[in-house]
């Protein structure tokens, strides 16, 4: 097992980290947010990052990729959650590259995935249909008409969905809601007659949609994978999304803690710095163990996904739910200690906490991953 | 590579050979651990037979100096002898506070008669070794030891207490923290060697909470010890007493891994829960219990990984690394919360002492709870660990 990074992987790292803090600092989002910016993340920067290999990073090089494979993507998206990056990493790469890479047909990958290694393309995945991550409750039916599909039903919290170029929509082609089988993914252009999207702007100033589809008619040449058995790539591809996700907040709670453990060298009271408080201290070495072990298990999922090894639904539940529990505790942490300036806009702390908490819904919460690590293990 | 290959075909061979059937079954109990020493006691012939031929061929202490009685290994070597050892499910042939913190520090400190002296007597499990470190007014604040020194000459005399000496009452030579110089504090200890059966030790076990007696008072009234057995430079004894709490450290951080007593008697938290609790549909039947027992599953397998991590990163040259700091504090956090959830999961099997109405296992899990309160406590504390993670790694002032 590599937990420990190669040469090479320890150089793209740096090369990220500079990436991010240079071209994609904290003002970044801030800018975005203030400006209400319509994009959600600057169009000329992912142009960059797809120049820099970021885009193509677990695509082949036959498409343009640079193939660096998991553990490469597992660090640009842990320097990506240092500065709060805004970009379609998630959206884009992990979840419809992935699932082109998995289930598309040869034509498919030759136009999709060279489109998103040169950074050329937008994509988002409309699977969740209720507050909570599910991704076998899926209501939303595409009916069989002739050579085409006919899809009506109401997606919600699309990652980037009013910006893509081209959605991967999970709908039920057969059996009921929650039943595994009867799930098909359809590869269907936004502006298709009957598709309504509606930016939902979320408290971590990032990107999502709600979209509806009304009697909206895809070829058949559009279904990607098999017709009824979408599950099995929905499945895969949300573990790397897991796992992708896990990485960024890796770097998030890194991120807090390192500017909180200054905060505490700094600000005085009773005429000492207040890090000299055992009450303080404490909680911070308590929070250092509890992110040394994050970042274990972050490297571990990494190293499953790219070793195919066979527990990477097992790790990837063990790192969301990890993950999520530990960001939302470091970062009510990191603001408590920060005191009142912690509540202010003018400091990050409070940017992080909102990324956080959406970064935690999303692909499933610690109370979702438990229950599926149980299961997956049989009690 | 090759070399090794071969180093693993010729143990295995002897192995096979020289490991007695009954050594290769679990443990039934504590008691069936051998620590040798003058009073050695073996659950059977074949245990002291295990022990002689492991001792023989210095595999007792693997990566000691064959000088000395060891096995001469290298680091790979001693590996593959250990998974050898795991492979036929060997028992250890020796359990030995000599052989896990003596002897390593003996190697670096003490001069060569000390260790041609000491280090084969440990290796064959001939003499039985007690650390004399806490006492009642020095715990935490372990510098802050008073047992009295004093050269007189041609030999030292010593006066004072110990306590939580682990098996004083059985072992035949004790290592102990002595204050030479009372008005220093680091550096006024030295560290001292002497044999248990002196005139005016006296050790008296001490009843714990679980019912047994593992450690001792340990009195010393006017104890005559040779100038010899000082181990490094006369008060500079803190250094070897820092480097030997690393070890006891180690050795305690392991436990979170779930070892003896652990429950494994009851197949695992998930299987007892069902068991103790029942299932629905092949769940554990409360929600709650199951999803207690996934969150202590899901924090043993990220420390296990951290550990695996900090020992990679060593091999790598990075270091003992920044990791390694919080294991005695997770560990044995770990262990606690994973026996508190055992009793809970059952129920009032699980709160039984002794007798009828209770299988062994469950005595064992019950007594192994009680026990598990002290690992938190002993080899310093987990706020003693935390005040080391706040000061040393992460730099907050005082």
């Known amino acids: ?379 | 590579m090759e070399a090794l290959e071969k180093f693993r075909q010729e143990t295995r061979a002897w192995l096979e050979e020289n490991c007695p059937p009954s050594m290769r079954t679990p443990m039934t109990s504590e008691d069936e651990t051998v620590w040798g020493g003058r009073n050695a006691k073996y659950p059977n012939p074949e245990a002291k037979l295990w022990l002689d031929r492991m001792a023989e061929r210095g595999w007792t202490a693997p990566t000691w100096p064959r000088a000395y009685g060891g096995g001469g290994l290298s680091k790979e070597e001693n590996q593959v002898l250990q998974q050898e050892l795991r492979r036929i499910k060997a028992r250890p042939a020796l359990s030995s506070f000599g052989i896990w913190m003596l002897g390593p520090a003996l190697l670096e400190f003490a001069n060569e008669e000390q260790k041609k002296e000491h280090l084969p007597k440990i290796v064959r499990g001939e003499i039985r070794w007690c650390q004399g470190y806490s006492e009642p007014g020095a715990g935490s604040d372990l510098a802050g030891l008073q047992t009295k020194c004093e050269d007189k000459g041609d030999h030292y005399l010593v006066n004072g207490q110990k306590i939580w000496t682990s098996y004083a009452d059985k072992a035949d030579w004790i290592f102990c923290l002595v204050r030479t110089d009372p008005t220093k504090k680091h550096d006024g200890i030295s560290f001292l060697l002497f044999d248990m059966a002196t005139p005016g030790v006296e050790a008296r076990p001490i009843t714990m909470i679980s019912g047994a007696s593992p450690f001792c008072e340990t009195f010393f009234t006017d104890v005559k010890v040779p100038k010899g057995n000082l181990v490094g430079e006369l008060n500079k004894g803190w250094t070897i007493a820092k480097r030997l709490l690393q070890h006891e450290r180690e050795m305690i951080s392991g436990m979170g891994l779930g070892g003896a007593g652990s429950g494994a008697g009851l197949g695992g938290l998930e299987q007892a829960a069902k068991d103790y609790y029942g299932e629905q549909n092949g769940r554990v039947a409360s929600p709650s219990l199951r999803d207690h027992i996934t969150r202590q599953k899901m924090d043993g397998k990220a420390f296990a990984l951290t550990m695996q991590r900090s020992a990679e990163e060593a091999k790598a040259g990075q270091g003992p690394g920044a990791a390694s700091s919080i294991f005695k504090y997770y560990g044995t956090e770990l262990n606690k919360r994973r026996f508190e959830l055992l009793l809970e999961i059952m129920g009032t099997k699980g709160l039984g002492w002794e007798g009828e109405g209770f299988t062994g296992d469950e005595i064992t899990v019950t007594r192994s709870w009680l026990r598990s309160k002290g690992n938190s406590i002993e080899g310093g504390t987990s706020e003693v660990q935390l005040n080391v993670v706040s000061k040393r790694v992460l730099g907050l002032p005082d």
């Not at chain 1, 097992?1 to 992987?9: H, I, N, P």
């Not at chain 1, 920067?45 to 885009?55: H, T, V």
């Not at chain 1, 009304?214 to 897991?242: C, F, H, K, M, Y």
């Not at chain 1, 709670?253 to 009773?270: G, M, S």
């Open chain 1, 1 to 379: 097992m590599a937990l420990v990074l190669t040469e090479e992987q320890q150089l793209l790292r740096d090369t990220a980290t500079q990436f991010f803090q240079e071209r994609l600092p904290i003002a970044n989002l801030r800018k975005l947010r203030d400006t209400k910016d319509a994009t959600g993340f600057d169009r000329a920067i992912w142009k960059e990052m797809s120049d820099l290999g970021f885009a193509g990073i677990m695509i082949s090089e036959k498409y343009g990729g640079t193939d660096f494979g998991p553990v490469g993507l597992g660090l640009v998206l842990e320097q990506a959650g240092r500065t709060l990056a805004a970009s379609p990493l998630v959206s884009t790469v992990l979840l419809c590259g992935s699932a082109v890479q998995l289930a598309g047909n040869a034509t498919q990958r030759q136009d999709i995935l060279s489109a998103i290694a040169a950074g050329d393309r937008i994509m988002a995945l409309a699977l969740e249909e209720g507050p909570h991550h599910n991704p076998t409750r899926i209501a939303t039916r595409a009916e069989a008409s002739g050579q085409a599909f006919r899809i009506s039903g109401k997606k919600t919290f699309v990652l980037d969905g009013h910006v893509a170029d081209q959605l991967i929509v999970a709908a039920r082609t057969s059996g009921k809601e929650n039943d595994r089988a009867g799930i098909t993914l359809f590869l269907v252009d936004p502006k298709s007659e009957g598709v309504k999207i509606t930016r939902t702007l979320m408290v971590d100033s990032r990107n999502a949609a709600d979209i509806s589809f009304d009697n909206v008619s895809v070829p058949a040449t559009a279904v990607l994978g098999s017709v009824d058995g979408g599950i099995d790539v929905l499945e895969q591809v949300l573990d790397i999304a897991r796992i992708g996700i896990s990485a960024e907040m890796l770097g998030l709670v890194q991120e807090v803690f390192d500017t909180t453990l200054a905060y505490l060298k700094e600000r005085k009271q009773f005429g000492k710095v207040i890090g000299s408080f055992q009450a303080l201290q404490h909680r911070m070495a308590v929070l250092f163990a509890e992110i040394e072990l994050c970042r274990s298990v972050v490297l571990d999922a990494l190293s499953a996904l790219e070793a195919r090894r066979n527990d990477v639904p097992l790790i990837a539940s063990l790192a969301k739910a990890r993950l999520s529990d530990t960001a939302t505790l470091m970062t009510n942490e990191g603001l408590q200690m920060h005191g009142g300036m912690g509540m202010t806009d003018q400091f990050d702390v409070g940017l992080f906490m909102k990324r956080a908490r959406v970064a935690t819904a999303s692909f499933g919460d610690g109370n979702f991953h438990r229950d599926r690590y149980a299961s997956l293990e049989g009690y």
